[in-house]
């Protein structure tokens, strides 16, 4: 299968962690998206690369967020002392970026801070 | 500011019988437009888009929407609802190939 992957699917951390997301998009999408999901709501918009370029980071990424692409192929979400509010799916998602272009996504990562 | 409102949290349907999820955008330009569906620990899958063109759109899985410029709403429809079909369904709305603006998601129950 070359569907979008992430990893892990699920992590438990204790609030003050940090933690890291991986994705991993389809081979030949240059655009890479980040979501999160709370209980209850759709997916929110994080932030998104073209290639290794970050183009746009919505304000719901504080400053304890941070996301990498460095070789334009997986990308990764760090969060830096975690806490209880940030417990939720982060979705990943990718396209070619070219114009109506669907977004693929991931299966997402369960976040879970005690 | 782009929105999505899907009026209905939870609707509850029998197996067989017709379905209608709303959605109403905010879109100060011609929207693009989407229908996803997540089931439980899966991805989002999209059932369908609409960016010009005819407003039906046949989408994957039998389902179809409708977008109606005056009333500003795209609609998901399907005829008959398998049990299969229990999941949650997101409307979004795109501009271009930038960041989707979800709805809060409406799920859907089936009954035997």
């Known amino acids: 299968d070359t569907g979008v992957s992430q990893d892990p699917r699920h992590k438990i951390t204790k609030r003050g962690q940090n933690v890291t997301f991986r994705c991993d998009p389809i081979?030949?999408?240059?655009?890479l998206y980040w979501y999160r999901q709370t209980l209850g709501q759709g997916p929110e918009f994080l932030t998104y690369?073209?290639?290794?370029?970050?183009?746009?980071k919505s304000r719901l990424l504080s400053d304890r967020f941070s996301a990498e692409r460095p070789k334009g192929s997986f990308s990764t979400l760090e969060i830096q002392r975690t806490e209880q509010g940030d417990s939720a799916m982060y979705l990943c998602?990718?396209?070619?970026?070219?114009?109506?272009?669907?977004?693929?996504f991931g299966p997402g990562t369960r976040l879970t801070v005690l | 500011a782009q929105s999505v409102t899907q009026p209905d949290i939870h609707i509850t349907v029998s197996e067989g019988a017709s379905l209608e999820l709303r959605c109403n955008y905010s879109?100060?330009?011609?929207?693009?437009l989407f229908w996803y569906v997540q089931s439980p620990g899966q991805g989002l899958q999209l059932l369908l888009k609409?960016?010009?063109?005819?407003?039906l759109v046949q989408g994957i899985k039998g389902f179809e929407a409708e977008f109606k410029r005056s009333q500003s709403s795209f609609n998901l429809r399907k005829p008959s609802v398998h049990w299969s079909d229990a999941a949650e369904y997101f409307c979004?709305?795109?501009?271009?190939?930038?960041?989707?603006?979800f709805g809060k998601g409406t799920r859907l129950h089936i009954l035997p």
């Open positions: 998602a990718s396209n070619t970026g070219s114009t109506y272009n669907e977004q693929f």
């Open positions: 081979s030949e999408h240059n655009r």
């Open positions: 690369f073209q290639n290794e370029a970050q183009l746009e």
């Open positions: 879109y100060g330009a011609t929207p693009y």
């Open positions: 609409y960016f010009s063109g005819d407003t």
């Open positions: 979004a709305v795109g501009e271009r190939d930038d960041k989707i603006i």
